[in-house]
C-alpha cells in the first residue's frame, strides 16, 4: 500500500472519529438543556443529520415527538398538548 494511500485512509478514519465524537457531545449538550428545563423523554433515536425525543413532558405540556435537523437550523414537534391552565399569570393581556 502506498504512501499517499495509507494517509488518505488515516485522514478518513480521523475524520468519522471527530464527527462521532461531536456527535455524542451535541446530544449530550441537547438532552442537558431539555433536562434543565424539566423535560423528560421517553426515549431518544439520532442520525448524523437529525436527533428526535419522543414522549416529551413536563408539567402542562406533552410533546408527542420533538426532531431537530442541526444543519439546517430546524426544530419540529408533532403532537403537542398544552395545558393552559398551568401557565403562570403573566400571560394576561
Known amino acids: 500500500m502506498s504512501r499517499t494511500m495509507r494517509a488518505a485512509i488515516l485522514f478518513a478514519l480521523l475524520a468519522l472519529s471527530a464527527m462521532a465524537l461531536v456527535r455524542v457531545v451535541a446530544l449530550r449538550f ?20 437529525r436527533a428526535a425525543w419522543h414522549g416529551v413532558q413536563r408539567p402542562g405540556l406533552s410533546i408527542q415527538t420533538l426532531s431537530v435537523q442541526p444543519l439546517r437550523l430546524l426544530a419540529h414537534a408533532k403532537g403537542v398538548d398544552i395545558d393552559l391552565s398551568t401557565m403562570s399569570a403573566g400571560f394576561r393581556h
Open 30 to 49: 441537547a438532552d442537558e438543556q431539555l433536562s434543565e428545563r424539566g423535560l423528560s423523554w421517553s426515549a431518544r433515536d439520532a442520525t448524523i443529520a
